[in-house]
């Protein structure tokens, strides 16, 4: 693993956070709670993933999820080392176990989740010093953008007699 800590070092977070907000638009368009996610390795993205729990009912396919899978297929390792995940809400407590066992070790999202945040705001699972491994985390990028999206699809659902 590098020695570098790329949360201390000038880093586009705003550039791959845009690319997850994507991410999330695409999640948005199908119905899907508007979750976007981006692994970043070496400079370059390898995995990018939007939630698809509706449309493969599978209440596993989050964005974070989706993405790692795919991350570890790029890499050919399930240790996903040197990389960064950009994702579009705090993960919840799952995304957060399997950003542990995938050894993530920078983990940066947009905004918090008040009812199921398990990296800052309900639960620090990424920095539990019980477990293997822990994730450095950085909250807040682009949080407006991302807590709008969110926002406007929820509005969208109440007044569908949804969610």
Same mark, same amino acid.
């Given at each position: 693993? !590098?020695?570098?800590?790329?949360?201390? +070092?000038?880093?586009?977070?705003?550039?791959?956070?845009? &690319?997850?907000?994507?991410?999330?638009?695409? *999640?948005?368009?199908?119905? /899907?709670?508007?979750?976007?996610? +981006?692994?970043?390795?070496?400079?370059?993205?390898? *995995?990018?993933?939007?939630?698809?729990?509706?449309?493969?009912?599978?209440?596993?396919?989050?964005?974070?999820?989706?993405?790692?899978?795919?991350?570890?297929? !790029?890499?050919?390792?399930? &240790?996903?080392?040197?990389?960064?995940?950009?994702?579009?809400? /705090?993960?919840?407590?799952?995304? $957060?176990?399997?950003?542990?066992?995938? &050894?993530?070790?920078?983990?940066?999202?947009?905004? $918090?989740?008040?009812?199921?945040?398990?990296?800052?705001?309900?639960?620090?699972?990424? !920095?539990?010093?019980?477990?293997?491994?822990?994730?450095?985390?950085?909250?807040?990028?682009?949080? /407006?953008?991302?807590?709008?999206?969110?926002?406007?699809?929820? &509005?969208?659902?109440?007044?569908?007699?949804?969610?």
């Amino acid at each position: 693993m !590098s020695d570098i800590n790329p949360l201390s +070092v000038l880093q586009p977070h705003d550039v791959w956070m845009k &690319r997850a907000l994507d991410q999330a638009v695409a *999640a948005y368009d199908q119905g /899907e709670v508007p979750v976007g996610a +981006v692994i970043v390795h070496n400079g370059r993205i390898i *995995a990018e993933a939007c939630n698809q729990r509706e449309v493969l009912n599978d209440p596993t396919a989050h964005a974070e999820m989706i993405a790692i899978t795919q991350a570890a297929q !790029s890499l050919g390792s399930w &240790r996903l080392l040197d990389c960064t995940l950009y994702v579009t809400l /705090e993960p919840c407590p799952m995304c $957060a176990g399997a950003i542990v066992q995938s &050894r993530i070790p920078f983990v940066v999202y947009g905004t $918090a989740d008040p009812k199921g945040g398990a990296c800052d705001t309900l639960f620090n699972i990424t !920095s539990d010093i019980r477990l293997n491994h822990q994730a450095a985390v950085l909250g807040g990028v682009m949080m /407006e953008d991302c807590k709008a999206l969110l926002q406007q699809f929820f &509005r969208e659902q109440r007044a569908l007699g949804k969610k």
